[in-house]
C-alpha cells in the first residue's frame, strides 16, 4: 500500500523536516477522479485496513495470508492503473 501511495503523490522536492507526505486517503480527496467513484472509496477502505491491520498490529487481530495476499494484489492493480494514467496524462 506504500507503494500505491508514492505512485499517487505527485512528484516533490525534498523537504527535510518540513510537513509530513500526505496519505493516499488525503490525496484522494485532494485529487477527486484520481480513482473513478465509487472504486476510490474502495481503494480508501483498503488503505485503512491494511494501516489497522498491517502496520498497527493488535493483540489477535493478526492479517492472514489471504487478506495479505488480497491487499497486496489490490494495491499493484491500483499502482498499474495510476501509472499508466499519469503516462496518458503527462
Do not use: F
Not at 472504486?39 to 480508501?44: A, F, I, K, R
Request: with cysteine; charged share 25%.
Amino acid at each position: 500500500m506504500a507503494a500505491l501511495e508514492c505512485v499517487a503523490s505527485p512528484p516533490q522536492p525534498p523537504n527535510p523536516g518540513g510537513s509530513p507526505v500526505a496519505t493516499l486517503g488525503d490525496l484522494l480527496k485532494k485529487h477527486p477522479g484520481l480513482i473513478p467513484p465509487p472504486l476510490d472509496q474502495c481503494v480508501d477502505k483498503a488503505w485503512g485496513y491494511a494501516s489497522e491491520r498491517g502496520r498497527h498490529l493488535r493483540e489477535g487481530r493478526d492479517p492472514g495470508m489471504e487478506e495479505a495476499e488480497m491487499i497486496v494484489g489490490l494495491a499493484g492493480v491500483v499502482a498499474m492503473y495510476l501509472a499508466k494514467k499519469a503516462g496518458k496524462d503527462g
